[in-house]
T-cell receptor
Framework: ETGVTQTPRHLVMGMTNKKSLKCEQHLGHNAMYWYKQSAKKPLELMFV???????ENNSVPSRFSPECPNSSHLFLHLHTLQPEDSALYLC????????????FGEGSWLTVV | QKEVEQNSGPLSVPEGAIASLNCTYS??????FFWYRQYSGKSPELIMSIYSNGDKEDGRFTAQLNKASQYVSLLIRDSQPSDSATYLC????????????FGAGTILRVKS
Protein backbone atom coordinates (compact mmCIF):
# COMPACT_ATOMS: atom_id res chain seq x y z
CA GLU A 1 0.00 0.00 0.00
CA THR A 2 1.71 3.18 -1.20
CA GLY A 3 -0.92 5.68 -0.09
CA VAL A 4 -2.01 6.29 -3.67
CA THR A 5 -5.23 4.53 -4.66
CA GLN A 6 -6.45 4.11 -8.21
CA THR A 7 -9.82 2.93 -9.47
CA PRO A 8 -10.82 1.02 -11.44
CA ARG A 9 -7.90 -1.40 -11.59
CA HIS A 10 -9.09 -2.80 -14.90
CA LEU A 11 -11.22 -1.13 -17.55
CA VAL A 12 -12.38 -2.32 -20.95
CA MET A 13 -14.06 0.31 -23.09
CA GLY A 14 -15.22 0.75 -26.64
CA MET A 15 -13.92 3.52 -28.84
CA THR A 16 -17.13 5.52 -28.50
CA ASN A 17 -17.39 5.23 -24.72
CA LYS A 18 -16.68 7.87 -22.10
CA LYS A 19 -15.06 6.71 -18.88
CA SER A 20 -12.93 8.14 -16.11
CA LEU A 21 -9.97 6.95 -14.08
CA LYS A 22 -9.79 8.09 -10.48
CA CYS A 23 -6.82 8.59 -8.20
CA GLU A 24 -6.70 9.54 -4.54
CA GLN A 25 -3.59 10.11 -2.44
CA HIS A 26 -3.50 9.91 1.35
CA LEU A 27 0.06 11.19 1.80
CA GLY A 28 -0.54 14.90 2.16
CA HIS A 29 1.33 15.58 -1.06
CA ASN A 30 0.69 18.64 -3.20
CA ALA A 31 1.68 17.38 -6.65
CA MET A 32 -0.02 14.66 -8.66
CA TYR A 33 0.83 13.02 -11.95
CA TRP A 34 -0.55 10.80 -14.69
CA TYR A 35 1.89 8.48 -16.44
CA LYS A 36 1.21 6.06 -19.28
CA GLN A 37 3.09 2.78 -19.60
CA SER A 38 2.81 0.86 -22.86
CA ALA A 39 4.48 -2.44 -23.62
CA LYS A 40 8.23 -2.12 -24.19
CA LYS A 41 8.15 1.69 -23.86
CA PRO A 42 9.42 3.97 -21.10
CA LEU A 43 6.96 5.48 -18.71
CA GLU A 44 5.52 8.55 -20.42
CA LEU A 45 4.57 11.57 -18.35
CA MET A 46 1.14 12.84 -19.40
CA PHE A 47 0.13 15.53 -16.91
CA VAL A 48 1.47 17.18 -13.78
CA UNK A 49 -0.63 19.09 -11.27
CA UNK A 50 1.00 21.16 -8.56
CA UNK A 51 -1.27 22.73 -5.97
CA UNK A 52 -4.21 21.87 -8.24
CA UNK A 53 -2.77 23.82 -11.14
CA UNK A 54 -1.75 21.98 -14.27
CA UNK A 55 1.94 22.69 -14.79
CA GLU A 56 2.74 20.13 -17.44
CA ASN A 57 0.92 18.76 -20.44
CA ASN A 58 3.16 16.63 -22.60
CA SER A 59 1.38 16.99 -25.93
CA VAL A 60 -1.29 14.55 -24.90
CA PRO A 61 -4.23 14.14 -27.33
CA SER A 62 -7.39 15.95 -26.30
CA ARG A 63 -9.24 12.64 -25.93
CA PHE A 64 -7.49 12.52 -22.54
CA SER A 65 -8.76 15.20 -20.19
CA PRO A 66 -7.36 15.55 -16.67
CA GLU A 67 -9.12 17.10 -13.70
CA CYS A 68 -7.68 17.92 -10.30
CA PRO A 69 -10.43 19.24 -7.99
CA ASN A 70 -8.13 19.32 -4.94
CA SER A 71 -4.66 18.24 -3.93
CA SER A 72 -5.83 14.74 -2.95
CA HIS A 73 -7.82 13.77 -6.02
CA LEU A 74 -6.97 13.43 -9.68
CA PHE A 75 -9.11 12.19 -12.55
CA LEU A 76 -8.38 11.24 -16.12
CA HIS A 77 -11.45 11.52 -18.34
CA LEU A 78 -11.38 9.33 -21.42
CA HIS A 79 -13.46 9.69 -24.57
CA THR A 80 -13.28 8.37 -28.14
CA LEU A 81 -10.07 6.49 -27.42
CA GLN A 82 -8.16 4.41 -29.91
CA PRO A 83 -6.92 0.82 -29.53
CA GLU A 84 -3.33 2.13 -29.30
CA ASP A 85 -4.35 3.92 -26.09
CA SER A 86 -4.54 0.54 -24.38
CA ALA A 87 -1.92 0.67 -21.64
CA LEU A 88 -1.29 0.83 -17.92
CA TYR A 89 -2.15 4.28 -16.57
CA LEU A 90 -0.30 5.18 -13.42
CA CYS A 91 -1.17 7.93 -11.01
CA UNK A 92 1.54 9.26 -8.72
CA UNK A 93 2.04 11.95 -6.13
CA UNK A 94 4.93 13.81 -4.54
CA UNK A 95 5.60 16.50 -1.99
CA UNK A 96 6.51 19.70 -3.76
CA UNK A 97 9.09 20.18 -6.45
CA UNK A 98 12.80 19.56 -6.76
CA UNK A 99 13.90 16.55 -4.73
CA UNK A 100 10.50 15.05 -5.14
CA UNK A 101 10.22 11.32 -4.62
CA UNK A 102 7.25 10.11 -6.63
CA UNK A 103 5.03 7.41 -5.21
CA PHE A 104 2.89 5.43 -7.62
CA GLY A 105 -0.53 3.92 -7.32
CA GLU A 106 -1.18 0.34 -8.43
CA GLY A 107 -2.28 1.50 -11.86
CA SER A 108 -5.35 1.12 -14.03
CA TRP A 109 -5.12 -1.36 -16.89
CA LEU A 110 -7.03 0.06 -19.83
CA THR A 111 -8.07 -1.94 -22.87
CA VAL A 112 -9.76 -0.15 -25.77
CA VAL A 113 -11.70 -2.42 -28.09
CA GLN B 1 19.13 11.49 -27.97
CA LYS B 2 16.96 9.88 -25.32
CA GLU B 3 16.85 11.78 -22.05
CA VAL B 4 17.49 8.70 -19.91
CA GLU B 5 19.12 5.61 -21.38
CA GLN B 6 19.35 2.12 -19.98
CA ASN B 7 20.40 -1.20 -21.43
CA SER B 8 17.16 -3.15 -21.82
CA GLY B 9 18.80 -6.47 -20.93
CA PRO B 10 17.94 -9.01 -19.83
CA LEU B 11 20.83 -9.05 -17.42
CA SER B 12 21.25 -12.54 -16.01
CA VAL B 13 23.23 -13.15 -12.83
CA PRO B 14 23.53 -16.21 -10.60
CA GLU B 15 22.09 -16.13 -7.11
CA GLY B 16 24.51 -14.54 -4.66
CA ALA B 17 26.33 -12.50 -7.31
CA ILE B 18 26.48 -8.72 -7.70
CA ALA B 19 24.13 -7.24 -10.28
CA SER B 20 25.23 -3.95 -11.83
CA LEU B 21 22.65 -1.75 -13.54
CA ASN B 22 23.62 1.39 -15.42
CA CYS B 23 21.92 4.55 -16.59
CA THR B 24 23.00 7.69 -18.44
CA TYR B 25 21.10 10.94 -18.72
CA SER B 26 21.29 13.96 -20.98
CA UNK B 27 20.20 16.94 -18.85
CA UNK B 28 23.23 18.35 -16.99
CA UNK B 29 20.90 20.38 -14.80
CA UNK B 30 19.29 17.33 -13.24
CA UNK B 31 19.67 17.20 -9.48
CA UNK B 32 17.69 14.17 -8.33
CA PHE B 33 18.08 10.57 -9.38
CA PHE B 34 16.01 7.55 -8.51
CA TRP B 35 15.91 3.81 -8.99
CA TYR B 36 12.56 2.06 -9.09
CA ARG B 37 11.85 -1.65 -9.23
CA GLN B 38 8.86 -2.94 -11.17
CA TYR B 39 7.62 -6.50 -10.99
CA SER B 40 5.61 -7.81 -13.92
CA GLY B 41 2.06 -6.51 -13.79
CA LYS B 42 2.79 -4.20 -10.86
CA SER B 43 3.51 -0.51 -10.47
CA PRO B 44 7.02 0.85 -9.90
CA GLU B 45 8.27 1.02 -6.30
CA LEU B 46 11.09 3.24 -5.11
CA ILE B 47 14.34 1.55 -4.13
CA MET B 48 16.85 4.35 -3.86
CA SER B 49 17.25 8.06 -4.36
CA ILE B 50 20.57 9.87 -4.72
CA TYR B 51 21.36 13.56 -5.05
CA SER B 52 25.12 13.94 -4.54
CA ASN B 53 28.12 12.53 -6.34
CA GLY B 54 29.46 9.31 -4.86
CA ASP B 55 27.91 6.22 -3.36
CA LYS B 56 24.82 5.74 -1.24
CA GLU B 57 24.21 2.40 0.42
CA ASP B 58 20.97 0.93 1.73
CA GLY B 59 21.13 -2.73 2.71
CA ARG B 60 22.08 -4.80 -0.32
CA PHE B 61 21.63 -1.83 -2.65
CA THR B 62 24.23 0.81 -3.54
CA ALA B 63 23.48 3.73 -5.83
CA GLN B 64 26.38 5.53 -7.49
CA LEU B 65 26.22 8.97 -9.08
CA ASN B 66 28.74 10.74 -11.28
CA LYS B 67 27.33 14.05 -12.47
CA ALA B 68 30.38 14.93 -14.55
CA SER B 69 29.87 11.76 -16.60
CA GLN B 70 26.06 11.99 -16.33
CA TYR B 71 25.98 8.44 -15.09
CA VAL B 72 23.98 6.66 -12.40
CA SER B 73 24.30 3.03 -11.42
CA LEU B 74 22.69 0.57 -9.03
CA LEU B 75 24.55 -2.35 -7.50
CA ILE B 76 22.66 -5.21 -5.93
CA ARG B 77 24.81 -7.41 -3.70
CA ASP B 78 23.97 -11.02 -2.87
CA SER B 79 21.33 -11.08 -5.60
CA GLN B 80 18.25 -13.16 -4.86
CA PRO B 81 15.67 -14.66 -7.23
CA SER B 82 13.16 -12.22 -5.69
CA ASP B 83 15.26 -9.38 -7.15
CA SER B 84 14.21 -10.49 -10.64
CA ALA B 85 12.29 -7.51 -12.01
CA THR B 86 12.63 -4.51 -14.29
CA TYR B 87 14.72 -1.70 -12.83
CA LEU B 88 13.83 1.82 -13.89
CA CYS B 89 16.21 4.75 -13.69
CA UNK B 90 14.51 8.14 -13.27
CA UNK B 91 15.90 11.66 -13.40
CA UNK B 92 14.17 14.88 -12.42
CA UNK B 93 13.57 17.40 -15.17
CA UNK B 94 11.36 20.28 -16.05
CA UNK B 95 11.69 23.95 -15.28
CA UNK B 96 10.95 23.44 -11.61
CA UNK B 97 12.29 19.91 -11.30
CA UNK B 98 8.74 18.81 -10.88
CA UNK B 99 8.67 15.78 -13.12
CA UNK B 100 10.59 12.55 -13.44
CA UNK B 101 11.79 11.22 -16.78
CA PHE B 102 12.20 7.46 -16.87
CA GLY B 103 14.45 5.18 -18.82
CA ALA B 104 12.97 2.16 -20.55
CA GLY B 105 14.24 -0.12 -17.78
CA THR B 106 16.64 -3.03 -17.49
CA ILE B 107 15.27 -6.53 -16.99
CA LEU B 108 17.20 -8.39 -14.30
CA ARG B 109 17.00 -12.17 -13.94
CA VAL B 110 18.58 -13.84 -10.95
CA LYS B 111 19.01 -17.57 -11.45
CA SER B 112 19.02 -19.94 -8.50
Amino acid sequence: ETGVTQTPRHLVMGMTNKKSLKCEQHLGHNAMYWYKQSAKKPLELMFVYSLEERVENNSVPSRFSPECPNSSHLFLHLHTLQPEDSALYLCASSQGRGRNTIYFGEGSWLTVV
Amino acid sequence: QKEVEQNSGPLSVPEGAIASLNCTYSDRGSQSFFWYRQYSGKSPELIMSIYSNGDKEDGRFTAQLNKASQYVSLLIRDSQPSDSATYLCAVNAGEYGNKLVFGAGTILRVKS
